[in-house]
Nanobody, 123 residues
């Protein structure tokens, strides 16, 4: 199975982007899913996670109220809607799958990672 993240790009501060994470080769419907990001010169950090059913979501404090994680299990895809973007949101964004069906903010809990998509927010 592979995860393919897409939707990154260059956007001005205050703008919006929607990232997608599509899976091939295996259904994601039973897995917890998460988004993480790595800014230049920094460690990878948690952004948001969603339970297998979509009924539970958790967010990093830095994105609460601005970002929304969602999933469409019929399309085998997870989304990250990012609004009111700030220059400090600039990073490579990674999606990941957690095979134990938990909803975790710990990257060590995740078993499968996508390749990342770059988001650049200009001031």
């Amino acid at each position: 199975v592979q995860l393919q993240a897409s939707g990154g790009g260059l956007v001005q501060a205050g703008g919006s982007l929607r990232l997608s994470c599509a899976a091939s080769g295996r259904t994601l419907s039973r897995y917890g899913m998460g988004w993480f990001r790595q800014a230049p010169g920094k460690d990878r950090a948690f952004v948001a996670a969603i339970s297998w059913s979509g009924g539970l979501t958790i967010y990093a404090d830095s994105v609460k109220g601005r970002f929304t994680i969602s999933r469409d299990n019929a399309k085998n895809t997870v989304y990250l809607q990012m609004n009111s973007l700030k220059p400090e949101d600039t990073a490579v964004y990674y999606c990941a799958a957690e095979f134990s069906s938990r909803t975790s903010d710990n990257e060590k809990a995740y078993d499968l990672w996508g390749q990342g998509t770059l988001v650049t927010v200009s001031s």
